[in-house]
């Protein structure tokens, strides 16, 4: 009964091989490629794991990278390919996207993930959820569960990136978050952290204003650890906040089915 969980984001593929399809259930194995070395799952971390019988991935990286990891999944597990592809709700989260199949799949899966983290701790509150990779989200969700809308930002290497291409003289190391910046190393990190912190903090106090109630605060992804310092209030960081999501969806369906 052992359950792979995939997450293809624009950088890395990570997944995570559990017990049985249900929040909670005991991790197996854990871990993450780099996309351009998709083609060493099955003959190398894959390689030594149990039988997969079921399966269930979200991905934002496109279609080439995903039929890339199914080549991958037919090689080594004998279990058809399942991504999630969001809709108009599912498993506690009401999808308020204009166009609902256009949300990120991540983006979904996380909020899952989160209103079943909240609710299993206590009472239903609006939620902020964020996301801190290549980009970084910053979801809005209310009491009820709807999603009210988010923001999409540059990440930490984006940003610089971008300065360094515009400015001449900004090839510089990789410096640390200061209040008051006295070097150009500094300057650029600190100024990159502040701005998607702004950005976070002002979310919200939107959803606070909105529902009249105190959000609450979720951080996930691979660089959130390097946010979660940086900010004015108090986040929680998951590390597997997508993975929690991908098991509520995948024991919902299993009930449904």
């Not at 794991?49 to 890339?68: F, I, N």
């Not at 498993?91 to 899952?112: K, S």
């Not at 009820?144 to 610089?160: A, T």
């Not at 605060?217 to 650890?225: E, S």
Request: aromatic fraction near 6%.
């Amino acid at each position: 009964m052992a359950f792979l969980a995939i997450d293809i984001g624009n950088t890395r593929l990570k997944w995570a091989m559990y017990e049985v399809p249900r929040p909670g259930a005991r991790l197996l194995a854990h871990g993450a490629e780099f996309l351009d070395h998709i083609e060493r799952l099955a003959e190398g971390p894959w390689a030594d794991l149990p039988e997969a019988t079921a399966m269930l991935g979200c991905v934002v990286a496109g279609d080439a990278m995903r039929r890339r990891a199914e080549e991958q999944l037919h090689e080594r597990f004998d279990c058809a390919p399942r991504w999630v592809v969001p809709s108009t709700g599912e498993a506690g989260i009401i999808n308020g996207y204009d166009h609902p199949t256009r949300l990120g799949a991540d983006r979904f899966v996380a909020m899952v993930g989160a209103r079943h983290r909240m609710l299993a701790a206590g009472t239903a509150r609006p939620m902020v959820v964020v996301l801190v990779g290549t980009a970084v989200t910053v979801e809005a969700v209310d009491q009820h569960g709807r999603f009210l809308g988010g923001l999409i930002l540059p990440g930490h290497g984006i940003m610089l990136r971008a300065l360094e291409s515009g400015t001449a003289g900004l090839h510089v190391p990789t410096g640390e978050v200061v209040e008051f910046p006295t070097n150009t190393s500094d300057a650029l990190t600190s100024g990159g952290t502040y701005a998607i912190a702004g950005a976070i903090e002002r979310m919200v106090a939107h959803l606070r204003q909105h529902c009249g109630m105190e959000p609450v605060r979720y951080m996930t992804g691979g660089a959130g650890w390097k946010m979660a310092p940086a900010m004015a209030s108090e986040f929680e960081l998951v590390e597997g906040l997508i993975m929690d999501g991908l098991l509520v969806i995948a024991e919902e369906r299993a009930r449904q089915a």
